[in-house]
Structure formats: C-alpha cells, structure tokens
C-alpha cells in the first residue's frame, strides 16, 4: 500500500540544478527533460552567470556543457567548486573533447562526463543518482553535526551529573561523619551507663564486690585474644558487665554468698539470674544479643549448667568466654596465683569450661594481674593530670564513695581518662591512680 503524501507544507524543498550552456535550445530542452523530476532547475547562458546564481543558492546539481564562450566548462567548474564545494558537478562534451572533459573530473571535480548529444534516459538516470547522492551526504552532515551536538550536550550532562554526584557525596560523607561521630558518642554512653549501673550490685559488697567489671575486663582481653571484631567484643564485654545484672532483687542473704554454700531454696532462686538478667534488658530491641549471652553464661559445657542445659557449642561463644571470665576474676579476687589458676582452669576445662578457651585463661591471668617477671611488679602513683592513655592499671580504680570505675589491668583510653575527670568533678577519688610502671 503507498504511503499517504504529505501535505506541501510538511514536503522537504526541492533540490536545486544549475544548467550551464551558451546555447538556449539545449537550456530549454534539458528543463523540459526535467519537467517531472523532484528538482527546481536553475539556467544559465554562461559562465559568469552561473556564478551568480551559485552566490544566491544552494545548487545540489551543476550541469555545463564544455564549450562555451569566454569561460569553458572545466575552468567554470573549477570556479564554481570554490563556491559550492558539496554540488555535484557533471560536464556535457562532444566526442571530440574528451581531454577536456578529463580536466574538468580532475581540476572541477566533475562527478561524470556525458557526451552530446546525450541520451534523455541516461542524463535523467545520472541527474537522479546524482541528486540521491547529494541527499545523502547532506543527511550524513546532519546527522554527523546533530550526533556532535548531542554529544557535547552528553558530556555537559555528564559534566553536570559527575559535579552533583561529587556534591552529594560529600554531603553524605559529612552526614555519615556526623552520624559515625553521633553513634561513637551514643555507643560510648551507653558502655558508660552500662558500667555505671552494673557497679550498682557491687555495693552490696560480698562476693560481689568489684566483680563486673573484672569480669568485663577478662572478656574483653579473652575476645581481643580470640580476634573478635570490634562490634562482636563490645557485645560480650556490655553483657559481661551486665551478666550478673538479673541478681539486683535477690535477697541479700543469697545474693552476699558464694554459689557453693546456698542452701536448696536458695540456690533454686540464685539459678533464675540469668534469665531475670536476659528479661530486664531483653525488651531493648539492641540488647537481646547481649540478653542470650546473660541467659547462657552458666551453662555448663558438658550440658550440666543452667538454665536451659546447653552443651558444647549450643552456648554462645560470647556465653562461653564469659563463663571464662567469671571464673578467672573470682579466681584472680581469691588471691590465686598464675600457677594456682591454671590447675583451676585444667580441672574445669571440658566439664564446665570450653576446652578450647581454656589455654587463653592463663594469657588473660598474667596480663589482669600485671607482669609476671618472677617479682613484684613495680608501679607508680600518678595524679589525674599526669595520666596518659596507654598506662594500666595495677589496681582498682573507685570513686569517693565507692564505686568501682576500672579495674586492676585495665588499659587506659582517651575516654577512660575523659570518664576519669567527669567522676573526679562529681565524686573524687581518695586516692592517687596506681599505673605498672
């Protein structure tokens, strides 16, 4: 089916063709020849006139016949290539001319030679594929000057783009430094109002007493040990401080005794902590980690602990190294010496220790109770303003009133001293820092 025409206002113009001859027959014959051709054709009687017509149009087809007067048809073809170089150029030439046709291809640029008299068929074929011609380099110059233009619109978008990109990734890189800034202080609160509260049982006194943050200061040499990455370490050494936290209404005729001398209702009441510990903090959708690990760390590892009977690597490992923990601090309180503890830990290891950490106890023993060098470790007494981070501690560490900040065999931090100033402000200390020299 053809295609519908297009209206004569949506038509593209018609191409334009120059004929160039000194004899008017043949301009008249050759524009009745392209009567019915897609062309509007242009005449001229001579040379310099068609130069003329060049300056005023865009001619997409010269025709000239060679022999004129005062200007030939090479010499106006050469002339004419400077004006309009993209038009096709065809030379009209007797048989006896053919050198002059000859320069006209190599000095005009002429695209073919017909001999007179032509073939009305064959000058109306070679004029067609001559105007296609034109056609199609005229759309490859569009095309090539629009896939330019979009190009460099491409590259200024791109330009653009690649500027704002850069602009919102260093916004986001100031508001992820200020989140990481906000959540560094957050996660610092929290373990500071963590320690602050599990140091509360520790003024009970007893068996208690000082007994959290030992054993957060175990596990947390015992996970650094282990190569816990740091979220995984803060995790067990929060719920280290808290692990005895479900003892805070116990009645204190349980909660001031040691585990081997309560009596049956007593001990059934002991042995419900670590569950009242995991349900105190478990409503804190960030503390239930911690809270498995509160609930866990009686568990025996041969499956004979409490609450729920857990065995082998059924308990978590943050359970397990506390486990560790709280044995190795109640051992270092009770005054046991390195060799004392490890003959503690041979005979727990496998039964209610996990083997596997067991060897890790006698490390975390030395570094807790200071350098083992086979005599008594020398230390200093240092005021709050002489403290600098990387000292430990060789002994504990309490407010005026008796709380216990750090333990002995805690290394000291930026925020360790900063906390060190804000309690000395509110509740100071009576006595110096003692740091191993």
């Known amino acids: 089916m053809p295609e519908p025409a297009l209206p004569p206002s949506l038509k593209p113009p018609a191409l334009k063709t120059l004929i160039v001859d000194d004899e008017e027959n043949v301009l008249r014959a050759i524009k009745r020849l392209f009567m019915d051709e897609e062309t509007e054709v242009l005449t001229a009687a001579s040379g310099a006139a068609g130069l003329e017509i060049l300056k005023a149009n865009e001619i997409a087809l010269i025709i000239s016949d060679q022999r004129m007067p005062g200007m030939n048809g090479s010499e106006f073809l050469k002339r004419a290539r400077q004006i309009a170089p993209d038009a096709i150029r065809i030379i009209l030439t007797g048989y006896a001319d053919i050198t002059a046709a000859v320069e006209a291809i190599n000095k005009g640029g002429a695209y073919r030679y017909l001999e007179k008299p032509w073939e009305d068929s064959e000058l109306l074929m070679v004029a067609r594929d001559a105007l296609d011609r034109y056609r199609l380099l005229g759309e490859n110059r569009r095309l090539t000057e629009l896939t330019k233009k979009q190009n460099e619109q491409l590259r200024r978008w791109s330009d653009e783009l690649q500027m704002d990109v850069q602009r919102q990734t260093i916004e986001l890189s100031k508001r992820n430094e200020e989140l990481t800034g906000l959540n560094t202080r957050l996660n610092r609160k929290i373990g500071e109002f963590i320690a602050a509260f599990s140091n509360l049982g520790d003024l009970r006194g007893g068996p208690a007493h000082a007994h959290s943050e030992g054993v957060a200061a175990a596990a947390r040499d015992m996970g650094a040990r282990l190569g816990l990455d740091k979220q995984a370490l803060e995790t067990v050494v929060l719920a280290a401080r808290l692990h005895d936290i479900g003892k805070v209404g116990m009645p204190d005729v349980i909660a001031i005794k040691a585990p081997e001398d309560l009596n049956e209702d007593e001990r059934e009441q002991y042995e419900k902590h670590p569950v009242r510990g995991q349900s105190a903090i478990g409503m804190i959708e960030e503390f239930r980690e911690m809270g498995a690990l509160i609930r866990h760390h009686h568990e025996n590892f041969d499956g004979s602990g409490f609450p729920d009977g857990l065995r082998g690597r059924q308990i978590p490992l943050g359970a397990r190294i506390i486990a560790c923990a709280d044995l190795l601090d109640r051992s270092l309180k009770n005054g046991l010496d390195a060799d004392e503890i490890h003959e503690e830990i041979k005979k ?72 060190l100033k804000r309690c000395a402000f509110l509740d100071p200390s009576k006595t110096s820092i003692f740091v191993w020299t």
């Open 348 to 419: 727990r290891a496998g039964s209610v220790l996990d083997p596997e950490l067991a060897p890790l106890m006698r490390q975390s023993a030395e570094q807790l109770n200071g350098p083992s060098d086979g005599s008594d470790s020398p230390e200093t007494a240092l005021s709050l303003k002489d403290v600098r981070p990387g000292r430990r501690l060789s002994r504990d560490f309490r407010t005026g009133t008796g709380v216990l900040l750090l333990t002995k065999g805690t290394v000291l931090t930026a925020e360790y001293i900063e906390m």
